[in-house]
């Protein structure tokens, strides 16, 4: 038994009329028991790509496959796979119990094989002793719940989510997300969810695939999307980030000597393979890799602008000397190092830049 669930090969798809192709060529694998998620802006084909797991659509060319087993044209109910949609789409005139059990009954399910499922389902989402409220009874989150337990009754091998917790409000978000990433692990069922969101992406998901424009740019863990993006588009949109034009003006191996804006600040970077001397380059360093002091021939020069403090950290908008500016994200305890107007000193460690050519 292989560890991939669901393989997708060389699969692409143009809807008629379309000026580009919705996916191209997109090649993925899907691992058993993992919470993965497709991350990218509106357009850039993911829930296109979720639709034809599902088989809703199916592919121009390349193909699907689950459990070692060609899709092809198989239709979503021949498929052991369940969607759970932005809305949630419960039945307003049944019951709690007898939305969960729908599924199962159109499965040709035994009776009491159907009533232990519901009270199993019920317990795992949480909603002991509603199995008889009606949908409109229950809140936006509860809802949810019982639109996951819907979709998990008859387990399937793989659970599909199209941005599910769209319709919620910001604290009930975070909760659910809480309660997803706890479902996937207690059932071991693959989930694939799909969000425009990166920080839901990087809270929930084993891995990630960040797309644009139908292709895959990049797929990992949350820490290696964010720690070593691909390519600047994963670099900005995985996160916050600071982007210097700079020059390369020094190699030894892999390692690097950057100048930043006018050429005045000199910067070392570890790792800057992608560019040879002379070269254009855009260097990328997290917030909270910087670090703030005096100024100090190495360092970046600039003066503070603005200062919020957020509790734990203090987040720090600067204008560099030599053109541009930065952000900064210090420890709360550096808030008298950060007064509006100070000319400072900014540090990073040689290993946090991240270097791609211009």
Sequence with gaps: ?????????????RFPGAAQSALDAVSLDI?????????????????????????????????????GNVLGQTPPNGRPINTVFQSYALFPHMSVAANIAFGLEMLGRPRETIKSRVAEM?????????????????????????????????????????EPLSALDLKLRREMQIELKRLQAETGITFVFVTHDQEEALAMSDRLAVMRDGAVMQVGTPDSLYDAPANLFVAEFIGEANFWPATCIEKSGASGRFSIGNGNDIVSVTEAQMVAVGEKATLVVRPERIAIGEPKPGMLHGKVETAVYRGS??????????????????????????????????????????????
């Design 1 to 13: 038994m292989t560890d991939t669930i669901v393989a997708i090969a060389g699969v692409s798809k």
């Design 313 to 358: 950290d203090l987040v720090v908008h600067a204008a560099l000397a030599g053109g541009g500016s930065l952000r900064a994200r210090l420890p709360g305890t550096t808030a008298a190092d950060a007064v509006i107007g100070r000319e400072a000193g900014f540090t990073f460690p040689a290993d946090a830049a991240r270097v791609f050519p211009a």
């Design 31 to 67: 691992r058993r028991n993992e919470f993965f998620t497709l991350l990218g802006p509106s357009g850039c084909g993911k829930t296109t790509l979720l639709r034809l797991i599902a088989g809703f659509a199916m592919p121009d060319s390349g193909e699907i496959s689950l459990d």
């Design 122 to 162: 019920l317990r795992l989402v949480r909603l002991d002793g509603m199995g008889e409220r009606r949908p409109a009874q229950l809140s936006g989150g509860q809802q949810q719940r019982v639109a996951l337990a819907r979709a998990l009754a008859p387990a399937p091998k793989v659970l599909l989510l199209d």
